[in-house]
């Protein structure tokens, strides 16, 4: 099976800074999808980027990116601009295409942003 | 669209009692999942579905069954509660696409006691 990690169980940022939050991951696998969620005290799952193993491009949403090194097998996200609502426990996943298009979680990052 | 729905939000259950978790889709996903989350954990995989009648083990499946007779419904069923099974337990769906996301439900807390 596929292992996800996140070496960060904490991580605090100031209010307007920017925040990279560390994944890796270890796979055989050379065609699959990484995803960052995002759960806030509500506990609701949310999406917040995606990406596609065979894209060089990394994937960008608002003030949201990531830094994909596929030989590395690390997928890093930058949170620029931070904001309060931000705060929120942050989830790498990987997709494989191949073990019934399972997802395997990492054990997260609790991010705090401080105003 | 009402997207992931769970039922009940909380519960509290007496060791060797049994209870469904109730999980309905209307997003027409192929997919759907069953986690758990324990507390400081990521989600573990307990159960998961590719389409109506077919069902397969994740990571930690013991203590738990399934079933999905519709597209819609995946209800998770815990025989005989143990303190081990308390925690957080969501229900995602998703498509058969690579790149479709998980849409997860909201979660329901369950505390063996």
């Known amino acids: 099976a596929q292992t996800v990690t996140q070496s960060q169980p904490e991580m605090s940022v100031q209010e307007a800074e920017t925040v990279t939050l560390s994944c890796t991951y270890d796979?055989?696998?050379?065609?699959?999808?990484l995803f960052w969620y995002k759960q806030p005290p509500s506990r609701q799952m949310i999406l917040v980027i995606r990406?596609?193993?065979?894209?060089?491009q990394n994937a960008t949403e608002n003030r949201f990116s990531v830094n994909f090194q596929k030989a590395a097998k690390s997928f890093s996200l930058k949170i620029s601009d931070s904001q309060l609502g931000d705060a929120a426990m942050y989830f790498c996943?990987?997709?494989?295409?191949?073990?019934?298009?399972?997802?395997?979680f990492g054990t997260g990052t609790s991010l705090t942003v401080i105003p | 669209n009402a997207g992931v729905t769970q039922t009940p939000k909380f519960r509290i259950l007496k060791i060797g009692q049994s209870m469904t978790l109730q999980c309905t889709q209307d997003?027409?996903?192929?997919?759907m999942y069953w986690y758990r989350q324990d507390p400081g954990m990521g989600l573990k995989l307990i159960y998961y579905?590719?389409?109506?009648?077919?069902?397969d083990k994740g990571e930690v499946p013991n203590g738990y069954n399934v079933s999905r007779s519709t597209t819609e419904d995946f209800p998770l069923r815990l025989e005989l509660a143990a303190p081990s099974q308390t925690s957080v337990y969501f229900c995602?769906?998703?498509?058969?696409?690579?790149?479709?996301?998980?849409?997860f439900g909201p979660g329901t807390r369950l505390t063996v006691l």
């Open positions: 796979t055989s696998e050379s065609d699959y999808y």
């Open positions: 996943a990987y997709r494989s295409p191949n073990t019934g298009n399972q997802f395997y």
């Open positions: 995602a769906s998703g498509g058969r696409e690579r790149w479709n996301e998980q849409f």
């Open positions: 990406q596609e193993a065979y894209k060089q």
């Open positions: 997003m027409n996903h192929n997919y």
């Open positions: 579905s590719v389409g109506a009648g077919i069902t």
